[in-house]
């Protein structure tokens, strides 16, 4: 291969996006769509599976015509995507049996909770390392099969596949029907030291074999493309934010990465053994290089960050694109004593609490839409406090510097009060769009491209940098009212 | 004196009609009520839902007027916005240059720094966001003055001996930056530094911004004391994919 680009595509919860890379992991072009989020009920999100499909059809073209470029200059394309969403599809037909359950979808809660009581709850959750919630693919497969008519006969005769949206797009692509160990380790399907599907937790949750895709590495070769770009290698996938993780070059165990986009990620690299937390932290499978062991990771999720923006953008109309609420924010000096806490589908790390909804705390008529949008933003802020927090306490090593990505970043107010809210100084790479690097870091090591793991650590550059500046006892006092508005929201929902 | 441009006369006389009324309309109804034929009336729509003066209702497709027309008194771009929406062309300009980048705006006869991008070599740098800079000393300021209608120049402080602190000198270098698209100051606001900055263009060509980069002379400058043609070039490109994401023909 002469190739002299590696393209990714990051297929996530808004939106699908495709991105040529150049040698040095430089941005050269981008071409992104949106696709439509359906709530047929309340608690319920979905997506289209065949639009989905039809946006990579769009993106990938486009983003090579942008840069001049054609299919014969690509080295290798990788795949990062929106993790836990659930497809299953026809295996002759290729076409879906019913819309994609997304990640934030909370229809599982009473199966979730009748399973939880079910023998063998305790073993599974032990043996993938994540709590049983609404969150992960197990429950949601299972809710297909038991309310999709005559379908789990035919997931028993092998005529539907099973996949997460790597999986999906995979198939589509070359036809072969896999998925990788990071988002296997998402599905709870899994046992996080063998990196094989378990029959217990299959039978636990009720899911024939016959459904289920191969798992395979992260990095490494799945196959070639036989539409889009037809002849090119697919040469990695990975979950949206272990692709983070590997494109902010954390491949040492100790390094950690937050992502700021729809919701909030932080993952530590916990090296080559799984770590299980203490305090309400995920252990999931970081990457794994094809002929090398898996490497692990801690993960701290926020279900509620960008989209808490979107919410005063889209749902109360109050600002009319994202970027408008750090603008809305500086006309005031602080939050006037308002706190907005968005337990919207439950709270995630580290409470796990999904009877949770969200409150507005410390309303007077002082309040404007100033003050309000500060505490949204500031919403980000205490949320990662929380989970940063809950990982020093697990790895009993202090965070010195949070490095950051994603759509938020670009919001310098609130970098700034998070290196406040923190103490420790908070660093964004030169490249915003680290999904997409990551994605594409690992199909051109996988291929190549990039030599080593050492070179790609190269290429990473501080673009900016924000220095705690507050008063240790502000800090405090802010983060105690954070936590009794916190303590709010909790048992608002009853039980069934 | 030149006639009359049918189409911006017929833009006119649809936003008036969709003030008119309450409620939203249909392409065919705008069509009919002015003996438009709908092709035509299409592409006008078409043209001010782009600029964001007409916005259209997902479920019925009918138009209404848009939130930009309400605001048209104030900042057309807002900073956060424009710093959003170049994030993603600012970090490869500063890896291809290996310079520090920065974008700015005309803010009372400032620069406004919105957006600062470190030099990609991880020595210790101080995030400048928010700093004013003076328009006439610096590629980024000239650039803004170059294509600002309201033409004050600003307070024109002699900061090195190669500032261009007379009026005169000041318009006809902006006049040159006109003619080029892109500008530079060479040690004119602090010795041994110089910069290179273009205009950020939004709908129509309106200049919302600059990008540019800044360092040593001697990197910025080739031996004759001239700005770099392949650093020129970066500079150009950012600003051109900066202006054709926010739907401006970035020249
Ligand atoms: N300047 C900003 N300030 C605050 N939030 C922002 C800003 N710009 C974008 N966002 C938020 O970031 C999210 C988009 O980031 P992105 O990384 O693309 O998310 P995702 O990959 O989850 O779709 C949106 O939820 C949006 O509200
Ligand atoms: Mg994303």
């Avoid at chain 1, 709590?131 to 789990?152: E, H, V």
């Avoid at chain 1, 005769?157 to 995979?170: A, H, K, N, Q, Y």
């Avoid at chain 1, 036809?175 to 990196?195: F, I, K, P, Q, W």
């Avoid at chain 1, 706190?339 to 589908?345: D, E, K, L, R, T």
Wanted: with cysteine; charged share 20%.
């Amino acid at each position: 291969m002469n190739g002299r680009y590696v393209i990714s595509i990051d297929q996530g919860t808004t939106s699908t996006r495709c991105i040529v890379f150049d040698h040095r992991g430089q941005l050269v072009s981008v071409d992104q769509r949106e696709h439509a989020q359906h709530f047929p009920r309340p608690g319920w999100v979905e997506h289209d599976a065949m639009e989905i499909w039809r946006n990579v059809e769009k993106v990938v073209p486009r983003a090579l015509t942008r840069a001049g470029i054609d299919a014969s200059q690509i080295a290798a394309i990788g795949i990062a995507n929106q993790r836990e969403t659930t497809v299953v599809w026809d295996r002759r037909t290729g076409v879906p049996v019913a819309p994609a359950i997304v990640w934030q979808d909370t229809r599982t809660d009473a199966l979730v909770e009748e399973l939880a009581r079910a023998p063998g709850a305790e073993e599974v959750q032990r043996r993938c390392g994540l709590p049983l919630t609404t969150y992960f693919t197990g429950p949601k497969l299972r809710w297909l099969l038991d309310n999709t008519p005559g379908l789990r006969k035919r997931a028993e005769r092998g005529d539907v596949l099973f996949g997460t949206m790597e999986s999906w797009l995979i198939w589509k692509l070359t036809g072969e029907h896999l998925t990788d160990v990071t988002n296997a380790s998402r599905t709870m399907l899994m046992d996080l030291s063998s990196l094989s599907w378990h029959p217990d937790s299959l039978d636990f949750f009720g899911i024939p074999p016959a459904v289920l895709p191969e798992i395979r590495s992260s990095a490494g070769v799945f196959g070639t493309l036989r539409t889009v770009l037809p002849g090119v290698r697919l040469a990695a996938a990975l979950g949206d934010q272990q692709a983070a993780l590997f494109g902010q070059t954390c491949f040492t165990a100790g390094e950690a990465k937050c992502t700021y986009g729809t919701g909030s990620f932080l993952l530590l690299n916990t090296g080559t053994g799984p770590v299980r937390s203490q305090h309400g932290l995920l252990t999931t499978v970081g990457y794994r290089i094809e002929g090398e062991p898996a490497v692990y990771a801690l993960e701290g999720s926020i279900a509620i960050t960008g989209s808490l923006v979107q919410w005063f953008r889209d749902g109360l109309g109050i600002i009319s694109t994202a970027p408008e609420i750090e603008t809305l924010a500086r006309t005031v000096d602080d939050n006037g004593g308002c706190y907005i806490v968005p337990a919207f589908s439950g709270l995630f790390a580290p409470h796990w609490r999904s009877e949770a909804r969200g409150v507005i705390v410390g309303l007077t008529s002082y309040i404007t839409k100033g003050h309000l949008a500060r505490a949204v933003l500031e919403a980000t802020g205490w949320q990662t406090r929380e989970v940063v927090d809950a990982m020093n306490a697990d790895s009993g090593l202090m965070l010195r510097t949070l490095k950051v990505d994603g759509g938020m970043t670009s919001d310098n107010l609130l970098m700034q009060f998070l290196a406040d809210v923190l103490d420790v100084p908070v660093v964004r790479p030169m490249v915003a769009e680290t999904v997409s690097l990551g994605a594409a870091y690992a199909a051109g090591l996988a291929v190549g491209y990039w030599p080593d793991l050492e070179g790609l650590r190269r290429n990473w550059h501080r673009a900016a940098q924000w220095l705690p500046n507050v008063d240790p006892q502000w800090r405090k006092t802010e983060y105690d009212n954070w936590q009794r508005a916190v303590e709010r929201t909790f048992d608002w929902i009853q039980p069934h | 004196m030149p006639g009359q441009v049918q189409s911006i006369a017929r833009a006119a006389a649809i936003l008036r009609l969709l003030a008119g009324g309450s409620g939203r309309l249909g392409l065919l109804e705008i069509a009919r009520a002015l003996d438009l034929p709908k092709g035509t009336a299409h592409g006008i729509v078409r043209t001010l839902h782009d600029v964001g003066f007409v916005e259209q209702d997902k479920t019925s497709g009918k138009y209404q007027l848009g939130a930009a027309l309400l605001h048209l008194g104030t900042s057309y771009l807002d900073v956060n916005e424009l710093r959003s929406r170049s994030i993603n062309w600012a970090d490869p300009l500063a890896a291809r240059s290996g310079e520090a980048v920065r974008i700015g705006t005309l803010l009372d006869s400032k620069v406004l720094v919105v957006h600062h991008v470190f030099r990609p070599d991880d020595t210790l740098q101080t995030l400048d966001v928010g700093a004013l800079l003076p328009p006439h000393a610096t590629a980024l300021g000239k650039v803004l003055l170059a294509y600002n209608a309201r033409g004050g120049l600003g307070d024109l402080v002699p900061y090195t001996r190669r500032t261009l602190a007379s009026p005169r000198v000041l318009t006809r270098a902006l006049a040159a930056i006109r003619e080029a698209g892109w500008g530079s100051d060479i040690e004119e606001m602090t010795v041994g530094v110089a910069g290179i900055a273009a205009p950020i263009r939004g709908y129509g060509g309106l200049v919302v911004g600059a990008i540019g980069i800044s360092g040593p002379v001697e990197r910025v400058c080739d031996a004759h004391g001239q700005p770099r043609i392949t650093l020129v070039t970066h500079v150009r490109e950012a600003a051109r994919a900066v202006s054709r994401d926010l739907g401006g023909r970035g020249q």
